[in-house]
């Protein structure tokens, strides 16, 4: 069973920074993690759950317009981790944070960790 455990959200002041980091679970190894697109996703409340950025294995990544040049995402594929460093933070930027794995057309879900920015 994979899981995946997110943690490293808080509260943080406006233009501070936060290292979100997700941990996998129930892979075999870290070629199997590799092989796997992984992705941050947030919910705000009221509002549906948006995409912030993905990394591919081969270390692609794709980033929603409002975090480009804000937020950055890496993988270890070696110790099945996916981070997101985020910088210059905003209080849009408030929500909770999910880490998604994808792999033919299977996807897991974290729980979740809440960032909140407060202005």
């Known amino acids: 069973q994979v899981q995946l455990l997110e943690s490293g959200g808080g509260l943080v002041q406006a233009g501070g920074s936060l290292r979100l980091s997700c941990a996998a679970s129930g892979i075999a190894s870290g070629t199997i993690f590799s092989l796997a697109v992984m992705g941050w996703y947030r919910q705000a409340p009221g509002n549906q759950r948006e995409l912030v950025a993905t990394i591919a294995g081969d270390g692609s990544t794709n980033y929603a317009d409002s975090v480009k040049g804000r937020f950055t995402i890496s993988r270890d594929n070696a110790k099945k981790t996916v981070s997101l460093q985020m910088s210059s933070l905003k209080p849009e930027d408030t929500a909770v944070y999910y880490c998604?794995?994808?792999?033919?057309?299977?996807?897991?879900w974290g729980k979740g960790t809440p960032v909140t920015v407060s202005s």
């Open positions: 998604r794995r994808g792999l033919y057309g299977t996807i897991y």
